[in-house]
């Protein structure tokens, strides 16, 4: 599996377990339109593109496109790259029936393809985001030891720790850790925390 330098933005969860299984990376799913009206999810957006840059990677539909549009026009095109699926006919396994436009989306595509898409995009692929050794990235076990995962209180204490660094508040203690080891190194959260 190929590491992704750059944060992949998709459009829903299944879109982001579906590129999950093709490259490891950070991958931010905007809620479809929803992203719109989260100010701490586009604040969040605005933040990894400055730090790694941002894949966007949406269906090529109608929805897609607006979403691609939307999210170019309130982040700077200079760290954007844009990654394309071909139109193709037909439905989701998942789904009964087609989308309104009968088109397959991201989490329909196979592996090659997304693949190809986010190649052409100009992906940096590598061994590990921004090439660190395993001992500088945070670890779950960090998240532990600073009482923001696994224990009684770590949710309200992690929420805590989020709005204190201007990040969204819904984040999981997973999330979390992807978005702090794009923005901090190890050494930086040690002190934070």
């Known amino acids: 599996m190929k590491t992704v330098k750059e944060v992949i933005v998709v459009e829903g969860r299944y879109d982001k377990n579906t590129v999950a299984q093709v490259v490891s990376g950070t991958i931010i799913e905007t809620s479809g339109f929803g992203v719109f009206s989260d100010g701490e999810k586009l604040a969040l957006l605005r933040k ?37 699926i071909p139109d193709v006919d037909g439905h989701e396994r998942r789904k009964t029936t087609p989308s309104k436009e009968g088109k397959i989306g991201v ?68 999330g979390l850790l992807d978005v702090l080891n794009v923005l901090y190194t190890r050494e930086e959260f040690l002190k934070m925390v």
């Open 48 to 84: 990894l593109a400055e730090k790694r840059d941002i894949i966007i990677l949406t269906d090529s539909d109608k929805a897609g496109f607006f979403i691609r549009g939307r999210l170019s026009g309130m982040l700077s095109k200079a760290n954007i790259k844009h990654a394309y």
């Open 107 to 174: 989490e329909g595509m196979r592996p090659d393809v997304i693949l190809l898409a986010l190649e052409r995009a100009g992906a940096t692929f590598g061994d590990a985001p921004e090439q660190l050794e395993k001992t500088d990235l945070i670890t779950k076990a960090d998240l532990y030891s600073a009482g923001l995962s696994g224990g009684a209180f770590s949710a309200s204490k992690r929420r805590e720790f989020m709005l204190s660094l201007d990040l969204p508040g819904r984040l999981s203690s997973n």
